[in-house]
DNA sequence: CCCACTGTTGACAACGTTGTCCAGGTTCTA
DNA sequence: TAGAACCTGGACAACGTTGTCAACAGTGGG
């Protein structure tokens, strides 16, 4: 048939109620008022007596009444929820840019829903468009996909949009990135400085943005010193342990120009590195892309090209905030610095033969 | 442009309305065909015939109709969501958690709607209640306080609650906890089987009842070996890492019995202590209660009672769907097994005295 | 030809809330 | 004392969807 996404509420679910909640026309009678006058009283609005407010709120907690805002929200239009999607919740990179868009969330009274698109095009979609569906004000997406042009109905109807960490395929929406391409560019050009020649970098697949920013960074950074560069030196793909390990072994073993160094292009790629170099026999230099947890206490300590999470999401957040509180000026491109952090891998263990 | 601004729901804000978004209203009126119909068509119903249906869906593309999920909860009174409530989104212990749940919401075709409650109890109930005003079909709670009790309004109307990692105060809902007091006492012991007899217990706050079911499994570890326990050698308090170092230094230090040894009681602990020990001119042996990303490269890698957070999660969405689906026997108490991952630390270098 | 039946379709009410508007009553002003 | 201005409170109609039920056309049997 078509290619209806799954509806959530379609799953049949048994609906066992215990007992019916209250409603404002319960409280109403039971305090004697209007429902109306409810209203009021539970919105704090003005106009109602002391007494009369008194004897509603007596009857909203002897009934256990909690307003419905799914009805309210039908009612004003506005739910008061922004939706998050990205790749991994449980990401040690993401799950900082997770709590720092809950954090804004917060101070704007907004709730937070969240979603993991596991890398995958068509299940981000699946969870913007529930998200859509459950009319959330505002979206912060890591986008998985570059095609967005799904979006366009509802950034039409007014949902505001912020990509970040990746750009989007909707130029009309903001954009906060960091600085891949300088961030990859300068963490290469620390291992250059440091007498490496033959330099391996390993990244993300290369239809993830990201990846390819910081490949071109390495690049650039080689070309600037006049370093030739190998192409089997270069690995983008899945950032699976196998894979990464096998890549690894194999550009430092490789003839006849083993790498002497190793640039790793995010946070999974460079722990698995780690691993690999730990037990190789020679020293290997490593700087990664993204800080680990407990990176300084590593043997040796991992320099790292650092990106703030938390920065982004809180830096998208107000973003989104921004555009619901009513700013339409032109769609922002916001890129936020790296910060390399040096901690003696890559001058404390140079490899022992800087020639060639 | 009388109605391009519209009230807000918490907060003050304007609404742009850039143009309203269209209902089945909209798409019957340009299909041709009734509201019912739309309803049906859009929801899959039998009872269309294909040409009135595809009519329908050209509709829909056409005006880019999205179902407003907000009027659909309110009709059907489930919002084919859940919350979850922890401590802090950002931690490495609680974002496998928050993902498994999610995964498990996926796969019930519910939403996940999160928030931290930063270990604030006043925080948690805030939380916990605005998701309540949502009706949220169930709730996955860290408790940050042992008071529950305005939740039961709530259960009395048909909320599943599940509380996990810590029990709730509230004995109608199941709990999913790790062996606290088990994976302690092993740890412990396998401290004392390397020959420590001094051995530091550094926890979390007392109020937090992992804390405390962990130096519970502590004592029963020293007791059980005929150990006495200098007070002094315990400390229960904030995880920050200030603290943390004082408490390690002080009992590293302390006079007349300097311990041999530290057991840790959460991931927070473990990595300020492990800072700490890679400084400290003698060896200590180190055994934290949580794992760590990389602990095994660490020098000396870390000897862990590792939970499995994302099964503490799974278990506890499991449980929660379980009742949505109508399972209504009595609260279950779920206690997940912890895991020894030996490392090196305690035997690789184990206190070379010893004695007393 | 009528009847019962099936299959398709739409009119209408409800879900629980808030915005609009108007009815009373009270107090202040002229 | 009339009139205006204000305060309080309630009736009612939306918001967009789904459940109920009835209308209607077409079909086959008697």
Redesign the pocket.
């Known amino acids: 048939m078509s290619d209806r996404t799954r509806s959530p ?1 379609s799953i049949p679910l048994p609906r066992p109620r215990y007992g ?2 209250p ?3 319960d409280v ?1 009678a039971r305090a ?9 009283v ?2 704090g ?5 002391a ?3 008194h004897r509603v709120q007596e009857a909203i907690t002897a009934l256990g ?8 929200v ?4 506005r739910t008061a929820s922004i939706g998050l999607v990205l790749e991994d919740l449980a990401d040690p990179f993401y799950a900082p840019l997770n709590r720092a868009v809950e954090e804004v969330a917060r101070d704007h009274g907004a709730l937070l829903i969240n979603g993991s698109s596991a890398e995958d095009p068509a299940r981000e979609r699946e969870l913007v468009l529930a998200l859509c569906a459950r009319r959330v004000d505002g979206l912060v997406v890591v986008p998985a996909g570059d095609d967005h042009r799904y979006l366009e109905p509802e950034t039409a109807a007014g949902l505001a949009t912020v990509f970040v960490d990746r750009p989007g395929g909707l130029t009309a929406a903001d954009t906060v990135l960091s600085d891949n391409f300088g961030g990859a560019r300068e963490g290469v050009a620390h291992l250059i400085a440091h007498g490496h020649r033959r330099i391996g970098f390993i990244g993300d697949q290369p239809r993830i943005h990201t990846a390819t920013e910081r490949l071109r960074g390495y690049r650039a950074a080689m070309a600037a010193a006049g370093l030739p560069v190998d192409e089997s030196w270069v690995s983008l793909g899945p950032t699976s342990p196998d894979r990464v390990r096998a890549e690894a072994e194999r550009m430092l073993t490789g003839r006849p120009s083993p790498v002497t160094a190793l640039f790793t292009g995010n946070n999974r790629v460079t722990a698995t590195a780690v691993r690999v170099l730990a037990r190789f026999p020679r020293p290997v230099a490593l700087v990664g892309f993204d800080d680990l947890e407990l990176a300084d206490l590593l043997t040796p300590a991992v320099t790292v090209i650092a990106q703030d999470a938390a920065q982004l999401g809180r830096t998208a957040a107000d973003l989104l905030f921004r555009r619901l509180e009513g700013d339409d000026s032109a769609p922002q491109r916001v890129e936020l610095p790296t910060r390399l952090i040096v901690r003696g891998s890559g001058e404390l263990r140079p490899a022992p033969g800087t020639a060639l």
Request: no cysteine; glycine share 10%; charged share 35%.
């Open positions: 509420l019916a909640r409603t404002m026309k109403a004697g008022v209007g429902l109306k006058t409810v209203s009021r539970v919105n609005e003005p106009g109602v007596t007494e009369t407010e009444f909690r307003r419905n805002d799914s009805a309210r039908l009612r004003k239009g």
